[in-house]
C-alpha cells in the first residue's frame, strides 16, 4: 500500500515522473511577517522521559513496569494533544542521555558516506514542477532509511504495509530490518560493517545480528510512534485522529558550512502527510551553533527550537511553515511523517489514476523523460547568471533551448513558472516566444521568484 505513494513522494526518480517528498518552491507573493523569532521556553517543552521505555536498551521491561510506561504516555500524549490544537507545534526534551544519544549518532555517521543532496521541488503548484538541486535554499544531506514501521516494530499498532516488498531485497535480506532502502547501498554498507569470516563468496544466510540493524535508531523510531499511538487514541485528540503509519526515516545532516532550509510547508499537494516528527541527537549544542527549527505559528511570534540531543519536535505537517537556520556545526536530525488515513487514501487514488498528486483535474501524468528535460532546463535558468544581472543575449540563448524541449517539458517548466496561469496546450515555441519577450531585467525577476519557498 506505501510502496506506490513512496515512490510519487521520494527523493529517489520514479516510473511514474510525479510530485515527489520535497517541499515546493512558487513566485514570491506578499512578504513574510516580520516578528523576531524567540527561543522555545522551559515552561513549554515537556518531559520526553516516559518514552525512554521503548529505546532498545531498555526494552527489557516487566509486565507492571510495562503497563505503567505505557500509562505515562497516554498522559504525556494527552498534553502534547493539546498543545498541537492550540499551538500547532510541540517540543519534548530528556529521550537520550549522552551515551544514547552518542549511539544514534554514531550509527548515522556509519551511513554518511551514502548521504546525497537533497532537493526541492520548483513550481507555483505541488502537482507539477521539477525537483531541484538548490543549496542556497536547502543544504541538507539525506538518506532514506526502509523497514522497521509499527507493524513490525514494538508498538504495533499498525495494519499498513511496509514500502517496499519481499521481492526488492536479495535472497537473505531481511526487508523488516532498518535499513537503507537504496539495495546497492544496503550491500555496501554490509560490506562496510562485516566481519572478515563472513565475507566470503555463494550464498548468503541471514545473520541474527541483521535483524537488529541500527538497533539505536529503531528505538527512537519506537519511542516516536508510540507518542503519535498515544495521540492518535487521546480523548480530544482533534486532527491526529486519523492517524495511521508513517514514511521511512529519512536521516538528516546539515554541514557545518552554513547549510539551511529556506522557509516552507512540508504537505502542500494534500499527499497524507499530518504530522512532521523530528528527533536531533547533536551533543553540547551551543547558542553559535546555529542550525535552529524556526517555526511561524499563524499570528504568532515564531518560535527556535535548537536541535539538541534527545530533543523531539514536531508539528501539524500541512500547516506549519517552518525553516532550519545556517548550521555552524554538523547538525544530526532523523525526520518521519505520519499520515492522515482519509488524505492518504485520497491521494493514494490520485496516485494510481492519475499518477500524481495535487492540482487541477483532467491534467495527464508527466513522463520521466519530461521532467528530466524541464529540470534540465530549469537549471540553466537558475543558474545560467551565477548572481551577474542577465543579458540579452542569454534570453535568446534560452529560447533556442526552450524550442528543443519535448511538449510535455514545455507545460512543466509553464506551470512552473506561471501557474494556473499557463495554457493547458502551451507548446515549446511558446515558452521560446515569451523568453524572446522578456527584458533580461524579467528573467532576474523570474530567478528571484523561483528561489522563494511556499509558505501556504
Not at 530549469?378 to 551577474?388: A, F, K, M, S
Amino acid at each position: 500500500m506505501q510502496k506506490l505513494i513512496k515512490a510519487l513522494l521520494s527523493d529517489a526518480p520514479t516510473a511514474t515522473g510525479s510530485h515527489q517528498h520535497s517541499p515546493s518552491v512558487e513566485a514570491a507573493g506578499e512578504s513574510l511577517p516580520k516578528l523576531a523569532p524567540r527561543p522555545v521556553r522551559a515552561d513549554e517543552v515537556f518531559d520526553a522521559a516516559p518514552l525512554r521505555s521503548q529505546l532498545a536498551s531498555e526494552a527489557k521491561k516487566s509486565k507492571t513496569q510495562s503497563s505503567a510506561a505505557k500509562k505515562q504516555i497516554a498522559r504525556l500524549a494527552q498534553q502534547v494533544a493539546e498543545r498541537l490544537a492550540s499551538c500547532g507545534w510541540a517540543v519534548l526534551d530528556g529521550l537520550f542521555d549522552s551515551s544514547e544519544s552518542a549511539a544514534v549518532r554514531a550509527e548515522m555517521e556509519q551511513l554518511e558516506p551514502h548521504f546525497h543532496a537533497s532537493e526541492i521541488w520548483v513550481g507555483h503548484q505541488a502537482a507539477v514542477g521539477a525537483q531541484m538541486t538548490m543549496p542556497d535554499i536547502r543544504g541538507d544531506r539525506v538518506l532514506w532509511m526502509c523497514g522497521h514501521h509499527p507493524q513490525r516494530s514494538s508498538t504495533p499498532w499498525s495494519h499498513a504495509n511496509t514500502s517496499q516488498s519481499g521481492s526488492d531485497f536479495a535472497p537473505g535480506e531481511d526487508p523488516h530490518a532498518l535499513q537503507p532502502c537504496s539495495s546497492s547501498i544496503r550491500q555496501t554498507a554490509r560490506e562496510e560493517t562485516a566481519k572478515p569470516s563472513l565475507r566470503t563468496g555463494g550464498a548468503r544466510r541471514v545473520q541474527p545480528s541483521e535483524r537488529w540493524l541500527n538497533r539505536h535508531l529503531s528505538g527512537m523510531l519506537d519511542a516516536m510512534d508510540a507518542l503519535v499511538l498515544g495521540l492518535k487514541e487521546a480523548p480530544n485528540t482533534g486532527r491526529c485522529a486519523n492517524l495511521a503509519d508513517r514514511s521511512d526515516a529519512m536521516l538528516a545532516v546539515y554541514p557545518e558550512t552554513g547549510a539551511r532550509f529556506q522557509r516552507h510547508v512540508d504537505n502542500t499537494a494534500g499527499d497524507g502527510r499530518r504530522l512532521t516528527f523530528l528527533c536531533y541527537m547533536n551533543e553540547e549544542w551551543g547558542a553559535t551553533d546555529g542550525g535552529e527549527l524556526c517555526m511561524h505559528p499563524t499570528g504568532s511570534q515564531p518560535v527556535l527550537v535548537a536541535p539538541a540531543a534527545g530533543r523531539l519536535a514536531l508539528f501539524f505537517a500541512d500547516t506549519m511553515p517552518h525553516e532550519v537556520l545556517p548550521a555552524r556545526r554538523h547538525r544530526y536530525s532523523v525526520n518521519v511523517w505520519y499520515y492522515d488515513t482519509e488524505e492518504r487514501a485520497r491521494a493514494e487514488h490520485e496516485a494510481a489514476t492519475r499518477g500524481r498528486i495535487g492540482g487541477g483535474t483532467g491534467a495527464a501524468p508527466i513522463s520521466d523523460a519530461d521532467n528530466a528535460a524541464a529540470k534540465g532546463f530549469l537549471q540553466q535558468v537558475l543558474g545560467g547568471g551565477n548572481g551577474r544581472p542577465a543579458e540579452r543575449a542569454e534570453l535568446e540563448r534560452l529560447a533556442n533551448e526552450a524550442e528543443r524541449l519535448p511538449p510535455g517539458a514545455a507545460h512543466v517548466v509553464a506551470q512552473v513558472t506561471m501557474g494556473s496561469r499557463a495554457a493547458p496546450d502551451v507548446k515549446p515555441t511558446d515558452v521560446a516566444a515569451s523568453l524572446r519577450a522578456m527584458v533580461p531585467a524579467a528573467l532576474d525577476a523570474l530567478r528571484g521568484d523561483l528561489s522563494v519557498m511556499r509558505t501556504s
